[in-house]
């Protein structure tokens, strides 16, 4: 029986149906991802985002109906979330002065927003590290250096694919997506020859989410290939 209903964001993508225990196992993949990324018990956390992403309604159980345990819960953090609205600049800014955050989600079209331009967020409170997701998108190599440059607590990536119920975290370290296998199937598929920045081949991913009654679903994000990396206990997947 359905518990959520959320309407994906992409036009014309339609909507997608939880059960209880498909939302549960989909806010165990967003605590995962929470884990990968370093957040721990004790840290704050503050989404600037819409209910509708993923990353905001599956953060704690006081944002969805019918979640139990959300990805706050699951890390024992605490987290605040503000609308993802870009005239919510100046009041992220006085989040991240008030509630002093250790990470920050942000959706990557903000990102701008917040390190440039008369309403950017003082210097001075670019401390927490920054986490940057959109739906089946990743930012040019050269957006993510200038972020790195301007945003003195470290970038990384929240991987989504919102209508494969996809969700993974960049570990710091060795910048590569880690991605649960008990709850995810994955394949890896040629990219049809595209090619990366670097013009290494791109492939993609097929994703089924083991949580949901779903059909495997090919998504938009391009991967590199299929490794650990020297210095970092994990293994995972290097985005294109």
């Given at each position: 029986?359905?518990?959520?209903?959320?309407?994906?964001?992409?036009?014309?993508a339609g909507f997608v149906e939880f059960s209880g225990a498909a939302l549960a196992g989909y806010a165990e993949a967003l605590g995962h991802a929470w884990s990968v990324?370093?957040?721990?018990?004790?840290?704050?956390?503050?989404?600037?985002?819409?209910?509708?992403?993923?990353?905001?309604?599956?953060a704690s159980h006081a944002f969805?109906?019918?979640?139990?345990?959300?990805?706050?819960?699951?890390a024992r953090a605490s987290v605040l979330c503000v609308d993802g609205l870009p005239d919510n600049v100046?009041?992220?800014?006085?989040?991240?002065?008030?509630?002093?955050?250790?990470?920050?989600?942000?959706?990557?079209?903000?990102?701008?927003?917040?390190?440039?331009?008369p309403i950017a967020v003082p210097v001075e409170q670019r401390a927490a590290r920054l986490v940057v997701t959109a739906d089946g998108d990743t930012p040019a190599r050269g957006e993510r250096v200038l972020w790195e440059r301007e945003w003195h607590g470290g970038?990384?990536?929240?991987?989504?694919c919102d209508a494969a119920a996809f969700v993974a975290g960049e570990c710091p370290r060795c910048r590569r997506l880690q991605v649960p296998e008990d709850l995810y199937?994955?394949?890896?598929?040629?990219?049809?020859?595209?090619?990366?920045?670097?013009?290494?081949?791109?492939h993609m991913l097929t994703v089924r989410p083991r949580f949901l009654d779903m059909d495997p679903l090919t998504t938009e994000l391009g991967v590199l290939t299929e490794a650990g990396t020297v210095g970092c206990p994990h293994a995972g997947l290097e985005l294109a």
């Open positions: 029986m359905s518990v959520l209903t959320v309407q994906l964001e992409r036009p014309g990324l370093g957040v721990g018990a004790g840290d704050r956390v503050v989404i600037y985002d819409y209910g509708s992403s993923p990353a905001a309604y599956l969805a109906p019918h979640l139990r345990r959300g990805a706050a819960e699951h100046t009041r992220f800014a006085h989040v991240l002065r008030h509630f002093s955050p250790s990470f920050v989600f942000v959706r990557a079209e903000l990102v701008g927003l917040l390190i440039a331009g970038v990384s990536l929240l991987a989504r199937e994955l394949k890896i598929t040629r990219g049809d020859g595209e090619r990366s920045a670097d013009g290494e081949e791109r």
